[in-house]
């Protein structure tokens, strides 16, 4: 071969990617971008829904402590139904607090709570409390 053959073999496979290299690698590019951004959205999405849940648990749980600090004959005790909506600030969802206080017996009470967030009223957390005249709590 000529010097002048070589040189041009050469400098002709130094050029860079072809066509169809620089395609696929940015198909392969866009993949992992896409699969990247997807997991970004549910991780945040289920950050949202465990800050709502961890919310209604709290709310449940401060409200039946109150409950269960009170004094068995307490007016706050007496059978019926009461709801409450709280918000702590502007930007934060709003979350509906209701409950209902019934005699199940001379010496006990049974206390029904439900939580939920009004953004998203399908998730509530009901819980319930029994209180007894005789065991104090």
């Known amino acids: 071969m000529q010097p002048a053959l070589i040189f041009l073999k050469i400098s002709m496979k130094k050029q860079g990617f072809s066509l169809l290299e620089f395609l696929i690698s940015f198909t392969l590019l866009i993949f992992v971008i896409t699969a990247t951004a997807q997991v970004i959205i549910h ?3 289920a950050k949202r829904q465990a800050g709502i ?3 209604i648990a709290e709310l449940a749980a401060l409200k039946l402590e109150y409950f269960k600090s009170l004094p068995y004959e307490s007016i706050e005790l007496s059978p019926g139904q009461q709801s409450e909506s709280l ?3 502007v930007s934060l969802p709003v979350y509906t607090r209701s409950w209902k206080i019934r005699d199940v017996s001379l010496n006990l009470k049974r206390v029904e ?3 939920l967030s009004q953004a998203e009223p399908q998730k509530k957390t009901r819980l319930i409390l029994f209180i007894s005249r005789e065991l104090g709590f």
């Open 43 to 45: 991780s945040l999405f």
């Open 53 to 55: 849940n961890a919310k």
């Open 87 to 89: 918000q702590e600030s």
């Open 113 to 115: 709570m439900e939580v």
